[in-house]
């Protein structure tokens, strides 16, 4: 996943030095400089941003008086050459604090502090992402992280998930439209798995953890690329 990031610095030179390193970082994808807290705000207001370097020390606004400010924040490193703000930086929650001038090396560190931590917040909300099914006049609560596979059965669709199973009262394509494409994917005209439970692929069947689901011929190709390029 790309960070979206944005650069918050009056001084040019750290504004240069910023676009650099972001430039030689593949993780990350910088959205927009900034010369001050006003033009940060226009473009938090209409842009997605997950990550913001931001300077402390700004003329008319600091980065700390902006950025508790905010809302919802994005994520915050603050950049500065004054050690003095580091303190209060931190009581706003920073990921982390860069003393000018930084090296790339010291970047990167804060870097990777963000992406961890970025990581286990997008992991935790896929563990508890859920899907409503009715079945046998009730309403299930379904974790998607706990599908194994689906089964088009006539007018149903079976679903294994964790020690359960539903018949749900669907089309095959209706169920995997609301399911995500990355995690749930077709491989036979009657079946669907999860990409987290398989355990072997064969050439013509993939073994999950409790059973064994056959490759149709048409989906093949296009089930073997997809693995091929997210592996």
Same mark, same amino acid.
């Given at each position: 996943?790309?960070?979206?990031?944005?650069?918050?610095?009056?001084?040019?030179?750290?504004? %240069?030095? =910023?676009? /650099?390193?972001?430039?030689?970082?593949?993780?990350?994808?910088?959205? *927009?400089?900034?010369?001050?807290?006003?033009?940060a705000?226009?473009?938090? !207001?209409? &842009? *997605?941003?997950?990550?913001? #370097?931001?300077?402390i !020390?700004?003329?008319?606004?600091?980065? =700390? /008086? $902006? @950025?508790?400010?905010?809302?919802?924040?994005p994520?915050?490193? $603050?950049?500065?050459? @004054?050690?003095?703000?580091?303190? *209060?930086?931190?009581?706003?929650?920073?990921? %982390?604090?860069?003393?000018?001038? #930084?090296?790339? *090396?010291?970047?990167?560190?804060?870097?990777? &502090?963000?992406?961890?931590?970025?990581?286990?917040?997008?992991?935790?909300?896929q563990?508890?992402? #859920?899907?409503?099914?009715?079945? %046998?006049?009730?309403?299930?609560?379904?974790?998607?992280?706990?599908?194994? @596979?689906?089964?088009?059965v006539?007018? @149903?669709?079976?679903?294994?998930?964790? !020690? +359960? +199973?539903? =018949?749900?009262?669907?089309? $095959? /394509? !209706?169920?995997?439209? /609301? =399911?995500?494409?990355?995690?749930?994917?077709?491989?036979? &005209?009657?079946?669907?798995?999860?990409? +987290?439970?398989? &355990?072997?692929? +064969?050439?013509?069947?993939?073994?999950?953890?409790?059973?064994?689901?056959?490759?149709?011929?048409?989906?093949?190709?296009?089930?073997?690329?997809?693995?091929?390029?997210?592996?």
């Open positions: 996943m790309k960070i979206n990031c944005i650069v918050v610095d009056d001084e040019p030179v750290s504004r %240069d030095t =910023l676009h /650099q390193y972001i430039s030689n970082c593949p993780s990350l994808h910088l959205v *927009e400089v900034c010369k001050n807290a006003i033009e705000s226009m473009v938090l !207001n209409t &842009k *997605e941003v997950h990550l913001i #370097f931001l300077d !020390n700004m003329p008319k606004l600091s980065g =700390l /008086q $902006f @950025y508790k400010s905010l809302v919802n924040p994520t915050v490193i $603050f950049t500065t050459a @004054y050690p003095e703000y580091a303190v *209060e930086g931190f009581e706003v929650e920073a990921i %982390d604090f860069l003393l000018k001038p #930084f090296s790339f *090396e010291r970047f990167l560190k804060s870097v990777n &502090k963000v992406s961890n931590l970025l990581k286990m917040a997008h992991n935790k909300d563990n508890e992402a #859920f899907i409503l099914w009715k079945a %046998d006049k009730k309403i299930h609560k379904v974790k998607i992280a706990e599908i194994e @596979y689906l089964e088009a006539g007018d @149903y669709v079976k679903v294994v998930y964790g !020690n +359960s +199973s539903l =018949l749900v009262h669907s089309t $095959f /394509q !209706n169920i995997l439209a /609301q =399911l995500p494409s990355e995690k749930i994917v077709r491989i036979h &005209k009657s079946f669907a798995i999860a990409l +987290s439970k398989i &355990k072997i692929i +064969s050439a013509n069947k993939v073994k999950l953890n409790t059973t064994s689901i056959p490759i149709g011929q048409t989906y093949r190709t296009g089930f073997l690329e997809f693995i091929n390029n997210n592996s």
